[in-house]
């Protein structure tokens, strides 16, 4: 029996927090050069913060709303760098205010992907981009061509389980969401609270394949006129490494639903779906106690500082467990009685490795 595919998450995804000085800063202890970094600053509003090594250093989008893709003027600003254990970041108050503290989320791919449709004949437009089939996990790129029905190949060789796409320019857009919970059929948007929507404007109503997704109507997928840029982060669910599934809340304070990951989390992102709430993210490096429970969130959706929650001024969240989260809170964002959620969550480690050695709780 395979426990998991990936003995050595942090080989993939980790969280890296710091402290901005205000100049030029080296953010490294990675064990990767990471493909996608998600900056937030936790201190103080401020926009969050997306580069990956697809679009480029320098070029980032903000999760929290639809505007279009920023190319810094000065090679003093920003993201400067992808290192070979982290990044390097300049002046900007963003990712860099001295004195200011920072949450970065950072994933691997790191496989140059290219896939011409017409000579492949796997999708209809050209896409290309950085993929680890290893983790599941691509960075695709790709033109619109304003047409409803369009394939663009993932370089997964697996379905997608959940896939963030932005339309980069030249129009404003929201960020979509494909979720296989909620599967082709809905959507739900990344900077927005909205509930899941059910309509064919955004997937078609078609599933993703192992060789592609497809893209409906909407000029938030597909442009309004031929030649608009899009950026898609595809990912597909890896045994005891990452998981894309849905619960159901129970309203309980203290004994909120325990959900089964197959490993100890070192992140875990949900939404409320079944009516407007929040996106959340909680992660293994940001807790009042550094232990249980994980109590300090950060929406994606906005430009907030870090919050924490609490009962009667004891810190509530979740609980990070070996095999998977526990939720010790009724907030109606992670966890409304009869309230449907969506979660993606990464590893810190397998509840048990591919040489049967278990893990402990945090």
Not at 187 to 203: F, I, K
Not at 256 to 278: C, E, M, N, Q, S
Request: with cysteine; net charge negative; proline share 3%.
């Amino acid at each position: 029996m395979a426990y998991t595919d990936i003995d050595k998450p942090t080989d993939y995804f980790e969280t890296i927090l710091y402290t901005g000085n205000g100049s030029s800063l080296e953010v490294n202890g990675l064990d990767f050069s990471p493909d996608w970094v998600w900056i937030k600053k936790r201190s103080n509003a401020a926009n969050h913060m997306m580069y990956d090594t697809v679009r480029g250093i320098k070029k980032h989008l903000h999760t929290n709303t639809a505007d279009i893709e920023v190319s810094e003027a000065s090679d003093d600003i920003g993201l400067n760098s992808f290192d070979s254990d982290g990044f390097t970041v300049k002046v900007n108050g963003n990712t860099n205010t001295n004195t200011h503290t920072f949450a970065s989320w950072n994933w691997k791919a790191g496989t140059s992907f290219t896939n011409d449709a017409s000579s492949t004949g796997i999708g209809s437009i050209d896409s290309a981009g950085s993929v680890n089939t290893d983790a599941g996990f691509s960075i695709i790129g790709y033109t619109g061509d304003a047409q409803t029905g369009t394939t663009i190949a993932h370089g997964l060789g697996v379905k997608p389980n959940m896939i963030i796409l932005k339309n980069r320019e030249p129009d404003t857009a929201n960020w979509q969401v494909y979720h296989s919970s909620l599967g082709a059929t809905h959507y739900v948007q990344l900077n927005s609270t909205g509930a899941a929507t059910d309509s064919n404007t955004r997937w078609n109503d078609v599933e993703p394949t192992s060789t592609v997704f497809t893209t409906g109507s909407s000029g938030d997928v597909c442009g309004d006129s031929s030649g608009e840029t899009f950026i898609a982060y595809c990912f597909a669910e890896k045994q005891g490494y990452s998981k894309f599934g849905s619960y159901t809340g129970n309203g309980h304070a203290s004994d909120g639903p325990y959900i089964h990951l197959g490993f100890r989390p070192a992140i875990v992102i949900t939404k409320k779906t079944d009516g407007a709430d929040d996106w959340r993210i909680f992660d293994n490096k940001r807790s009042s106690s550094g232990f249980n429970p994980v109590d300090k969130h950060i929406y994606p959706y906005s430009n907030g500082a870090e919050s924490s929650s609490s009962t009667n001024s004891v810190p509530d969240g979740f609980d990070f467990l070996s095999n998977g989260f526990k939720i010790r809170q009724a907030s109606a964002g992670i966890n409304a009685n009869g309230g449907a959620y969506i979660y993606m969550a990464f590893a810190e480690s397998p509840f048990v490795t591919s040489t049967g050695i278990p893990n402990n709780a945090r």
